[in-house]
């Protein structure tokens, strides 16, 4: 055998850029395990205009139940019960599921925004993975507008005039 003769070559996908891109769920899979037991849903996607594209999948953790204990020994609080609702919270509204719908079967072909940024590591000095990116399902425009001005603007108190065009013609063909 000389070298080489198995060769063949191995495709990588690239990359993506940092940055937010629609997504389309492709499949969920459930009944995924950590090492300490939490359940968690994979969610695959295609990246409009990017498939075969890297990174293309996230996790949505089960929330933890209170008086649990974590991998690391320490007791589940109620900030980390809070953060895991947050997460699936968000993950419904950045794909417009029903709130509370855990029929993964549902989630198939519903697109959202995600953004693409470098993976949290707590053993990089500036906290991001160098070599991998992750997927973060992100809450709509609206949504986002409305977290940072809860009270609805005031109402105009002029009302609107009617047009003269209300039938959908032109203003010259208003008869005179």
Not at 4 to 11: I, S
Not at 123 to 152: F, G, H, R, V, W
């Given at each position: ?159 609107a005039a009617a047009s003269p065009t209300s039938g959908g013609g032109f203003p010259e063909d208003i008869p005179f």
């Open positions: 055998m000389a070298f080489g003769d198995n060769y063949k070559p191995v495709y990588e996908a690239p990359m993506l850029a940092d940055g937010e891109y629609l997504a389309r769920i492709k499949e969920a899979k459930l009944n995924c395990y950590e090492q300490s037991g939490n359940e968690y849903v994979e969610i695959h996607v295609e990246i409009k205009d990017h498939p075969g594209c890297n990174p293309s999948f996230f996790y949505i953790n089960e929330a933890p139940k209170l008086g649990a204990v974590k991998a690391n020994g320490q007791p589940v609080t109620q900030d980390d019960v809070d953060r895991g609702n947050r997460q699936i919270t968000t993950f419904f509204l950045c794909f417009g599921i029903k709130e509370g719908d855990f029929d993964i079967a549902h989630w198939k072909g519903h697109t959202g925004i995600v953004k693409i940024a470098p993976s949290y590591d707590k053993n990089e000095p500036d906290k991001k993975s160098k070599a991998y990116k992750t997927i973060y399902p992100q809450k709509p425009k609206e949504e986002k507008k409305a977290a940072a001005n809860p009270l609805p603007p005031p109402p105009d108190p002029t009302p």
